[in-house]
């Protein structure tokens, strides 16, 4: 049995979305203010928001359970409205030997498709596949999208 997985989802959204990923690769720490009960903070620990390289952390809601997740922005591409993050500690690496999300949002004639993916390497055949995090992932970016739309009227 592989060790090796990954978990996919698409969320559409009525925001535009240069504007949902500016929110991820330029302004992460305002989730917390965006969805608070999910997302309790985003600290910048290394280099500046809105460049790959830079690390952050994340204080966040999981499975009703208070974690933590540092990461490096590995890359962000704006033409493709996509960033990719790399966990490098906290919580999640108790489970997994790594574990790297990508998002992207593509405009679409009317609002936009965002696309979330997962990457992921269990510690052992008996940890599960992380879909608590997909979950969290599809809430924080139905949230954003509100908070967007209010924002636009």
């Known amino acids: 049995m592989s060790l090796g997985g990954q978990l996919e989802t698409d969320v559409e959204i009525k925001a535009p979305a240069k504007k949902f990923h500016d929110v991820f690769s330029c302004r992460p720490h305002h989730i917390s203010n965006v969805c608070p009960e999910k997302i309790q903070g985003v600290d910048l620990h290394e280099g500046d928001w809105g460049n790959s390289g830079s690390v952050i952390c994340w204080n966040y809601m999981h499975d009703g359970v208070p974690e933590v997740a540092k990461e490096?922005?590995?890359?962000?591409?704006?033409?493709?409205?996509?960033?990719?993050?790399?966990?490098?500690?906290?919580?999640?690496?108790?489970?997994?030997?790594?574990?790297?999300?990508?998002?992207?949002?593509?405009?679409?004639?009317?609002?936009?498709?965002?696309?979330?993916?997962?990457?992921?390497?269990?510690?052992?055949?008996?940890?599960?596949?992380?879909?608590?995090?997909?979950?969290?992932?599809?809430?924080?970016?139905?949230?954003?999208?509100?908070?967007?739309?209010?924002?636009?009227?």
């Not at 599960?128 to 992932?137: I, N, V, Y």
């Open 72 to 153: 490096i922005i590995e890359a962000i591409d704006d033409e493709k409205n996509s960033t990719n993050f790399k966990v490098n500690e906290g919580h999640l690496l108790e489970k997994y030997k790594n574990f790297h999300l990508i998002v992207q949002a593509t405009q679409k004639e009317e609002g936009s498709l965002v696309h979330w993916i997962l990457k992921y390497e269990k510690v052992s055949e008996d940890i599960q596949e992380p879909k608590g995090m997909l979950k969290l992932a599809i809430d924080v970016t139905k949230d954003i999208d509100a908070h967007l739309m209010e924002q636009a009227n």
